[in-house]
């Protein structure tokens, strides 16, 4: 029997009639992460982990929420529910579902690396496991993270020296708190954006250290060459940018790992960093839980599949439509990649539509 089946709401659980991260309203929704793409607003009933209580409440506002720990099963309609962590963002969690001997395992957004401001993924064995594939090509492969940050920190000494302000244009949850966390905070002040703030308000309160940061206005003008500046990509080319006067500006993304994006995104530096899984670590999550049959939701769901079974794996695409929070530092990826909803029907390097929320980019479309 299918534990799980895609239906046009979402992710659905048929003996236990609840949703896991379902896209359209439903009574009861099983949610992954706090990223918007995941956990939308108009659901009956909620459930998630503990941890992302605070950024679904500052979200959603007022929704009826049961939490869970990491590992604490709950029982709905006579099905075992669990979640575990997925090293996502904070509070970012795999549903384990287990009903007649059964065990299905729907990962959400993952990555295998311990960033040190989110529990780390744990491998959960199960019988079908339904993975996403966001950067599901063999040409994504992330840098170590000290490789990362001693290219971050380098970054940002050189241009305090020269007396400018480093502008690092990065997803607001997840991945600013990551780069305060591990970036060398000696360097010089710490600017965070109004969009980055409240997220890292939320971090502190879970007990994640992060380095004290100062809003733009408490900097005095002029003061802002030491600084390293954190900013959402929507803030890109905006007058919230003239403050800065002479800056460098950077982004993070795993999209940075291709030159089209990096140009296209005109940035002087791309940093590659991504909260996904890369091609590695995609294969040795789906390895390490021992699925015979795996579900492949979002990305590069064709590539995956096949070569998922190649490999002699019982594999299949799933309609879904989260896309990437990188696409909403988006639009920057190659067609195969950027489509939200995924359709894994098309080939890869069809055109697909773009993303709702979209380019801010000074240069056109992702088709072009
Ligand atoms: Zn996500």
């Known amino acids: 029997m299918n534990l799980i089946v895609a239906r046009p709401e979402g992710l659905y659980c048929p003996p236990g009639d609840f949703y896991i991260d379902p896209w359209r309203p439903v009574e009861s929704a099983i949610i992954t992460h706090g990223h918007s793409d995941h956990s939308r607003a108009g659901h009956s009933r909620y459930l998630a982990h503990a941890q992302s209580a605070g950024i679904l409440r500052s979200r959603l506002g007022e929704i009826t929420l049961q939490t869970l720990p990491y590992g604490e099963a709950v029982t709905h309609n006579g099905v075992r529910i669990s979640l575990h962590p997925a090293g ?19 990962s959400g957004d993952y990555k295998l690396e311990d960033d040190g ?32 940050f001693a290219d971050i920190n380098q970054w940002w000494r050189t241009n305090a020296a020269a007396g400018r302000a480093s502008v690092l244009f990065c997803y607001a949850f997840g991945k600013a708190q990551r780069i305060l966390h591990r970036v060398d905070a000696s360097i010089g002040p710490i600017v965070a954006h109004g969009a980055v703030e409240p997220l890292n308000r939320v971090y502190r309160e879970a007990g994640v250290h992060l380095p004290a940061t100062l809003t733009v206005a408490e900097v005095a003008a002029g003061a802002f060459g030491q600084a390293l500046v954190l900013a959402p990509p929507s803030a890109q080319g905006t007058p919230w940018m003239r403050r800065f006067g002479f800056y ?6 795993g999209w940075m790992l291709l ?6 995104r005109g940035v002087d530096r791309g940093f590659v960093m991504s909260d996904h899984a890369d091609w590695p670590g995609l294969q040795r999550a789906i390895d390490g839980t021992g699925a015979s049959r795996v579900f492949v939701t979002h990305g590069s769901v064709a590539v ?33 990649q950027a489509a939200t909803p995924t359709d894994h029907d098309q080939p890869v390097g069809a ?4 993303p709702a929320e979209t380019s801010l980019r000074p240069s056109g479309g992702i088709a072009s």
Do not use: N
Not at 88 to 106: N, Y
Not at 259 to 264: A, D, L, V
Not at 306 to 323: C, I, M, P, S, V
């Open 248 to 253: 460098s500006d950077g982004f993070a993304s």
């Open 259 to 264: 030159r089209g994006t990096r140009r296209r």
């Open 351 to 354: 055109p697909q539509a773009a």
């Open 88 to 106: 996502h963002v904070l509070g970012s969690a795999q549903v384990r579902v287990e009903h007649g001997g059964e065990v299905w395992v729907a």
């Open 304 to 336: 995956m599949v096949r070569w998922l079974q190649e490999r002699g794996l019982d594999a299949q695409g799933f309609k879904t439509e989260y896309g990437d929070e990188d696409m909403a530092d988006q639009a920057a990826a190659p067609v195969d």
């Open 117 to 148: 401001t989110c529990q780390p993924f744990e491998p959960v064995p199960c019988h079908t496991f339904i993975t996403e594939s966001t950067f599901g090509l063999p040409i994504y492969r992330w840098p170590s993270q000290a490789e990362l």
